[in-house]
């Protein structure tokens, strides 16, 4: 386990350098940033002297080894627009982006499991038919298509439900979220739903093909023929080696969840870290962009950390080191 790892922080370390390079080197073809600083009524000799103060004009490898140098303390840069450290700026919206995360990921829990278990059990009734048909459906929808369909439906023709905005927050035990308030609750389900549509298909299918493959086993035909109730059978031998897979795919969607935020957060106007992440690609905010996609990437990698470890522990049988026994 130890050496697994290590092995899994140097890997991590490679991966946060290379996305570390590519996030630096994107931003000098994103445009001028001191067209948002600054306007057009200062001169170009003002704004040369702007770029030297500001280092824009220093080499490609002398920005990216200070760039380095100030990220080792924790420090990615300074954003342009918000005159703020652009780590503080990002994980100030970063509770918004949570809210929505863990939302979708309830959802997607509570109905991907029975589901996906229930069409595996009876995969030839009409109601499985019903979900495998509206899960195909819903793998080919974008979640923007869903979040503005949505909006009609439940904001516009209906008026059941807010269209933007994040709603009323309260502070519980130092968590300020729309969660403990009824009209932050009220913000958080059609942003919640739309997305949840990009993930729940996926895992719907998901548990569903893990379950038929675990019925399908030795050790379920063994546990028929001995007489056990297949309730017993269903949700507690074969829900539970169901499941193993279904931890690893989870734990690293949760953090493709954090970046498909982007498309949710434009749509319902939600302030959070992808809608942060557009408008900073807007006003041409170098350090924001490259702060958030490093933190974005940073997040993946830990994530793949952590559930591959969790794996490991939860199945005995997987050989994390990769040595013959």
């Given amino acids: 386990m130890f050496s697994f790892l290590i092995k899994r922080l140097i890997q991590a370390f490679v991966v946060m350098f290379v996305i570390s390079l590519v996030a630096f080197a994107i931003q000098d073809n994103l445009g001028d940033p001191l067209r948002e600083l600054v306007g057009q009524s200062v001169s170009e000799a003002q704004r040369q002297e702007l770029r030297d103060e500001m280092g824009l004009n220093d080499p490609f490898m002398v920005k990216y080894v200070r760039f380095v140098k100030a990220a080792s303390h924790g ?52 109601f499985s038919k019903v979900i495998m048909a509206a899960s195909s459906i819903g793998i080919s929808i974008p979640v923007f298509l869903t979040a503005i369909m949505l909006m009609y439906i ?70 028929q023929a001995k007489g056990l109730a297949l309730r017993k059978i269903y949700y507690r031998h074969a829900l539970k080696n169901t499941m193993l897979p279904v931890l690893t795919v989870g734990g690293v969607q949760l953090g493709t969840m954090v970046a498909y935020t982007i498309l949710t957060e434009t749509v319902f106007q939600w302030p959070g870290t992808g809608f942060l992440f557009l408008e900073a690609i807007n006003r041409v905010d170098t350090p924001l962009i490259t702060a958030y996609v490093i933190f974005v990437g940073l997040i993946f990698v830990v994530t793949n950390t952590i559930v591959d470890l969790l794996y490991g522990l939860i199945n005995p049988t997987v050989n994390l080191t990769g040595k013959g026994a």
Avoid: Q
């Avoid at 059941?160 to 979220?177: I, K, M």
């Fill in 75 to 126: 420090d990615l840069g300074t954003s342009y627009f918000f005159k703020r450290p652009a780590l503080d700026v990002i994980l100030e919206k970063l509770v918004a982006t949570l809210e929505l995360v863990f939302g979708a990921a309830a959802i997607i829990i509570c109905l991907s499991i029975p589901l996906g278990v229930y069409s595996a059990i009876h995969p030839k009734s009409f």
């Fill in 154 to 223: 439940f904001s516009i023709e209906l008026g059941w439900l807010p269209s933007y905005g994040r709603g009323d927050t309260a502070n519980v035990l130092g968590w300020e979220s729309g969660f403990f308030t009824l009209d932050g609750l009220a913000h958080l389900v059609l942003p919640c739903i739309s997305l949840a549509s990009i993930m729940l298909p996926l895992f719907i299918r998901l548990v569903r093909s893990e379950m038929l493959e675990v019925l399908s086993s030795e050790y379920i035909k063994f546990a």
